[in-house]
């Protein structure tokens, strides 16, 4: 029972391409959040949003922007698509007052972004 | 900024056998959340067990615990009776106004 569905499994793009990656949650979360999976650094935070339409910057926000138009859904688009960008990107969500009130975030299992 | 440090890159144990991974951890915030969680092959990230700043008790969950020293600021993950089960990648995380930090993870190897 997957409750943070990620578009694609695997995504081969070109260098300058605009890329978007979609997750989707069915748990009513007001939280959502992505990620970047590096070897060595582990996950750093992308762009978060607290509510519909609503964004905020990360730690590496360069060379992204999110949309997030309806509750449920929260894009990551990559606007020109760089080789350093080659990563795996994980989406999350949480519920309102995560983590005090529960036990909180539940993740996609991942996007594998190569662009070449 | 906080930040959150796993200085071991790679672990690994017998079967049946105990480890422990370490973390240490930096936060201005005086109420935060610490959690482990494991991420195998299928990269489906699993939360293993979580301990709330405030609580001096240290969490267990069935074969894991943890040592928190928050005057330390150390968090380590003990793993008892490993199985092959528990071979992943492992990440320690703390919060900071609703959001996760993570560190840069361990792989943990478990031998038969």
């Known amino acids: 029972d997957v409750k943070v569905t990620q578009s694609s499994r695997y995504l081969v793009k070109r260098t300058g391409e605009k890329v978007f990656l979609e997750c989707v949650q069915d748990?009513?979360?007001?939280?959502m959040f992505w990620y970047r999976q590096d070897p060595g650094l582990g996950l750093r935070l992308i762009y978060f949003?607290?509510?519909?339409?609503?964004?905020e910057k990360g730690d590496i926000p360069e060379g992204y922007s999110v949309s997030r138009e309806k509750k449920e859904r929260f894009s990551l688009i990559l606007e020109s698509a760089s080789t350093n960008q080659t990563s795996m990107y994980l989406c999350?969500?949480?519920?309102?007052?995560?983590?005090?009130?529960?036990?909180?975030?539940?993740f996609g299992s991942g996007t594998r972004l190569t662009v070449v | 900024a906080q930040t959150v440090t796993q200085s071991q890159p790679e672990m690994s144990v017998q079967e049946a056998e105990t480890v422990t991974l370490s973390c240490t951890y930096d936060?201005?915030?005086?109420?935060?959340?610490l959690f482990w969680y494991k991420q195998p092959p299928s990269r489906q990230m699993i939360l293993v067990i979580r301990?709330?700043?405030?609580?001096?008790q240290n969490a267990t969950e069935n074969r894991f615990s943890v040592n928190f020293q928050k005057a330390a600021k150390s968090f380590s993950l003990k793993i008892s009776d490993s199985q092959l089960g528990d071979a992943a990648m492992y990440f320690c995380?703390?919060?900071?106004?609703?959001?996760?930090?993570f560190g840069q993870g361990t792989i943990l190897t478990v031998h038969p």
């Open positions: 748990m009513d979360h007001e939280n």
């Open positions: 995380a703390c919060t900071s106004y609703g959001k996760l930090t």
């Open positions: 949003s607290y509510d519909v339409k609503m964004k």
């Open positions: 301990q709330e700043a405030y609580k001096q």
């Open positions: 936060t201005s915030e005086s109420d935060y959340y």
């Open positions: 999350a969500s949480s519920p309102l007052g995560s983590p005090s009130t529960n036990y909180g975030y539940t």
